[in-house]
T-cell receptor
Framework: GAGVSQSPSNKVTEKGKDVELRCDPI?????LYWYRQSLGQGLEFLIY????????KSGLPSDRFSAERTGGSVSTLTIQRTQQEDSAVYLC?????????????FGPGTRLTVL | AQTVTQSQPEMSVQEAETVTLSCTYD???????LFWYKQPPSRQMILVIR??????QNATENRFSVNFQKAAKSFSLKISDSQLGDTAMYFC???????????FGTGTRLTIIP
């Protein structure tokens, strides 16, 4: 596709359930980022993948959060035992080589609501 | 740790007027990168303008320009001849290095009034 896609666009879940959020980056982009945007807050960095390097997980808020990137392309963000404070929009972005002199292209996000 | 502060949660301006959005940041780095992103209701984040700290000249992109004051750690965005399509959330962001993650401010909701 022409841009970054994310699925689902909206997800409602019950507290304690696990959820998986998917990101399809732009083809050929080696860098992939996950961010979280809570109501009234700015974007919070979660995790960063660059090629075959070990991911930068420094932004993950707890061990309930994990992410993987298969084959250097599609990424899945998993939240286990969801809590109400996990409710937010989760944004994925990709860039050609991870250099910020390149634009980060953002997807439309997944709005997660934990009841 | 780096912090980015946007002190104006909301702003509104008449169409065709000029508006300036404020951003301050805190860092001990000498070289770094600053960004303004626009987030319309579609939730896409669109890069508006980028400034490299080692460049003294303020960046300009068409109607968008910045006032970068390195000593004051200030990075404001000026939108000239504002248009209805400029209505969006605007985020200021910082990065220590071109390969580092972005640290965002909390955003300014800008409304352009017809």
């Amino acid at each position: 596709g022409a841009g970054v896609s994310q699925s689902p666009s909206n997800k409602v879940t019950e507290k304690g359930k696990d959820v998986e959020l998917r990101c399809d980056p732009i083809s050929g982009h080696t860098a992939l980022y996950w961010y979280r945007q809570s109501l009234g807050q700015g974007l919070e960095f979660l995790i960063y993948f660059q090629g075959n390097s070990a991911p930068d997980k420094s932004g993950l808020p707890s061990d309930r959060f994990s992410a993987e990137r298969t084959g250097g392309s599609v990424s899945t963000l998993t939240i286990q035992r969801t809590q109400q404070e996990d409710s937010a929009v989760y944004l994925c972005a990709s860039s050609p080589d991870g250099s910020l002199t390149d634009t980060q292209y953002f997807g439309p996000g997944t709005r997660l609501t934990v009841l | 740790a780096q912090t980015v502060t946007q002190s104006q949660p909301e702003m509104s301006v008449q169409e065709a007027e000029t508006v300036t959005l404020s951003c301050t940041y805190d860092t001990s780095e000498n070289n770094y990168y600053l960004f303004w992103y626009k987030q319309p209701p579609s939730r896409q984040m669109i890069l508006v303008i980028r400034q490299e700290a080692y460049k003294q000249q303020n960046a300009t992109e068409n109607r968008f320009s910045v006032n970068f004051q390195k000593a004051a750690k200030s990075f404001s965005l000026k939108i000239s001849d504002s248009q209805l399509g400029d209505t969006a959330m605007y985020f200021c962001a910082f990065s220590r290095d071109i390969y580092e993650k972005l640290t965002f401010g909390t955003g300014t909701r800008l409304t352009i009034i017809p």
